[in-house]
């Protein structure tokens, strides 16, 4: 809450705020204050108008739906099915290194670099060196 909103909901420290005001200050400020209440609640009114006006849409498109013998699940259905996302083949291996251990390493050179291949690379190898 912003200082105003904590002031103007204590009543002790709302009249400790308008000690110093004289009594036309203080009607002009309850004059300003009840302009913004009716105004908030007009747009109140308004929301709640809309929201009873779209209810009322909502529920004649579900009557019209039923009496064409229709339901919301017949238009969230898809018409066609969708089509499966066709797997993609691995990528081919471009790179080989055995490492300390005597096991082979391969990778395709997507992607992040491999510890065994980082190893080599730091040790003073290059990608062409382990070319297949």
Known sequence: MTDFSDIATNKNRLRAACKDLSAKQMQTMADNLAEFIAKRAEEAAAA?????????????????MRAAGLSPDDFMAAEEPAK???????????????????????????????????????NGGSKDGCRI
């Open 84 to 122: 499966p996302k066709k797997a993609r083949k691995p990528v081919a291996a471009q790179y080989r290194v055995t490492d300390a251990n005597g096991e082979v390493h391969e990778w395709s050179g997507r992607g992040r670099t491999p510890k065994a291949f980082q190893a080599f690379f730091d």
């Open 48 to 64: 709640e108008a809309a929201k009873a006006a779209q209810s009322a849409k909502k529920q004649e498109i579900l009557e019209a």
